[in-house]
């Protein structure tokens, strides 16, 4: 099975823009997983979405938003962006909720 | 809301010396994942622990899960420089989220 993949890898932005990630899921699984990871931060939870629902949400502003599609991939919109949001994206996909696979990540520098 | 707490932060250890990372939770967990994470990679699962008191090995690594669901445990007997990345512990609560600690950073001196 391909695993999980996430486009762009690389990304630079400057503050004020917003900017979109996409994940793909490995095939069959229906849940999908957003993370920041930061140094020192770990892996601060986003949000998880579960057949196009929105199922859990971490305490990140609304600025963060994202939404699940029928084919199970997802994606992740940051609108105006901060200095701060530069990180690297890492989402995950499970089935049944079990070990989360993670994907390669988007690292997103904002200028 | 539920917090994860990991440390030591980070570790250096002498090649074939131990190593132990402690996993602590603000409240009852379901369940508790480990992953590694490489440097310049991502994490990828080790183990998953459900059962209070649960104890699993996976060749030089062993997995503790405490009584009361709200601890666990890494230890890496006799490292290797294979082991070198960044150790982190997630747990789940009735929520169904996974909150991940901090992350436990190993460097092995060869």
């Known amino acids: 099975k391909a695993g999980v993949t996430q486009t762009p890898r690389y990304l630079i932005k400057t503050r004020g823009q917003q900017v979109t990630l996409s994940c793909s899921p490995i095939s069959g699984h229906r849940s999908v997983s957003w993370y920041q990871q930061t140094p020192g931060q770990g892996l601060q939870f986003l949000f998880e979405y579960f057949s196009e629902t929105q199922r859990n949400k971490g305490n990140f502003p609304g600025r963060f938003s994202g939404r699940q599609f029928s084919n199970s991939r997802s994606e992740m919109n940051v609108s105006t962006l901060e200095l701060g949001d530069s990180a690297l994206y890492l989402c995950a996909s499970s089935s049944q909720g079990y070990e989360q696979f993670f994907g390669p990540g988007t690292r997103l520098t904002v200028l | 809301g539920q917090q994860v707490m990991q440390i030591p932060q980070y570790q250096h250890v002498q090649e074939g010396e131990d190593f132990t990372t402690y996993c602590n939770s603000s409240?009852?967990?379901?369940?508790i994942q480990w992953y590694k994470q490489r440097p310049g990679g991502h994490p990828v699962f080790l183990i998953q622990?459900?059962?209070?008191?649960e104890v699993k090995k996976q060749k030089r690594l062993t997995f503790q899960f405490g009584e009361a669901k709200k601890n666990s445990s890494l230890h890496i007997t006799a490292t290797q420089t294979t082991d070198v990345g960044t150790y982190f512990c997630?747990?789940?609560?009735?929520?169904?989220?996974?909150?991940f600690g901090q992350g436990t950073t190993l460097q092995v001196k060869p």
């Open positions: 622990l459900v059962k209070s008191g």
């Open positions: 997630g747990g789940s609560g009735n929520t169904g989220k996974l909150i």
């Open positions: 409240t009852t967990l379901s369940n």
